[in-house]
């Protein structure tokens, strides 16, 4: 019985440890996604909007970036579109 629970057992830590592995690798390549991106303004509503911190309200992040919801929609859906094609 102790031969097929610790049969069992260490299964389970291999694969934890792949999980960990794979979700390590995984935020790398996000950071990486979001280094590559030359535009400010996408860099901050990745980060501080939508991705890292999720800091700001929608209308929080058009003050700080001084335009308006619309012009923020657009500018988050064109940063979208970049983190996409960098990161897939």
Do not use: W
């Not at 102790?2 to 069992?8: G, I, K, Q, T, Y």
């Not at 934890?16 to 995984?26: G, L, R």
């Not at 890292?52 to 700080?64: D, P, V, Y």
Request: hydrophobic fraction near 35%.
């Amino acid at each position: 019985m102790n031969r097929v629970a610790s049969h069992l057992y260490g299964n389970g830590t291999k694969t934890a440890v792949i999980n960990h592995t794979d979700i390590t690798y995984q935020i790398k390549e996000v950071e990486d996604a979001l280094n590559a991106i030359d535009d400010p303004r996408y860099q901050f509503i990745l980060h501080d909007y939508i991705i890292i911190e999720k800091r700001f309200t929608r209308n929080e992040a058009c003050q700080h970036l001084s335009i308006s919801v619309s012009k923020f929609n657009y500018l988050k859906n064109q940063a979208l579109r970049e983190f996409k094609m960098l990161y897939g």
